[in-house]
């Protein structure tokens, strides 16, 4: 992924920032993800809320193959008008902001382990 492309793109995103992960990059606004960009394309994070825009703009959800089944994360493509025009790919990275603003936070693995470790039996 060009991350000067996706500076671009994404320049009216507060704070963006752009980092590694899952083996291609997230995107960021203040500190919350809101797209991944990997397999050279641009992934959007959707919920059940959300998902039907992206199926109505030709979207596809993010699927890939893991050891012995389908993987499909919560996250569709930036829809392709969207992938040269800094302002509506700006309205569909507020969505993804969006989304991940109101999904309920999950305590990390480590956290959940440690708690459930010190719970008298």
Known sequence: MDHEHLRN?????????IRRLFGGVGLYSDGVVFALGAFDEIWIKADAESQPLFEQAGSRPFRYRGKNREVQLPYWSLPDRALDDPDEALKWARLGLT?????PKQASKAKR????????L
């Open 113 to 120: 382990s440690r708690k459930s470790a010190s719970q008298p």
């Open 9 to 17: 793109l994404f320049a009216g995103m507060p704070r963006l920032s």
């Open 99 to 103: 989304v991940s603003l109101r999904a």
